[in-house]
Nanobody
Framework: QVHVVESGGGLVQAGGSLRLSCTAS????????VGWYRQVPGKEREGVAI????????KYADSVKGRFTISKDFKEKTVDLQMTSLRPEDTAMYYC??????????????????????WGQGTQVTVSS
């Protein structure tokens, strides 16, 4: 059984930084691409950043380019999202999703709902002004 867990969320002032981390058990880490998504109540989930199974192929939403960095640690088997210069509009529940290699195109398009992916329960990020 696959289990995905996000951590690292919290409350931070505008301009500050946070580092989110995501790990999964029950799957072969290097066979999966990973995406970070976020969602606020009443809005559709949106893709923030993705990374390919081999650790390359990073892509970012325009709203976070230059501020967020996604990375994959094959030793620790975590996928991190380093967030800097945070803004109040970054406030959301952040989720990570593990997606099989063959479904890379879904992730690349920041598809909001990937039913065949393995999602975590999310970690809340709140940025105060």
């Amino acid at each position: 059984q696959v289990h995905v867990v996000e951590s690292g969320g919290g409350l931070v002032q505008a301009g500050g930084s946070l580092r989110l981390s995501c790990t999964a058990s029950g799957l072969t880490f290097d066979q999966y691409s990973v995406g970070w998504y976020r969602q606020v109540p009443g809005k559709e989930r949106e893709g923030v950043a993705i990374i390919g199974w081999g650790g390359g192929g990073m892509k970012y939403a325009d709203s976070v380019k230059g501020r967020f960095t996604i990375s994959k640690d094959f030793k620790e088997k975590t996928v991190d999202l380093q967030m800097t210069s945070l803004r109040p509009e970054d406030t959301a529940m952040y989720y990570c999703v593990f997606v099989e290699k063959k479904l890379w195109a879904l992730l690349y398009r920041f598809t909001p709902r990937i039913d065949s992916g393995y999602w975590g329960q999310g970690t809340q990020v709140t940025v105060s002004s």
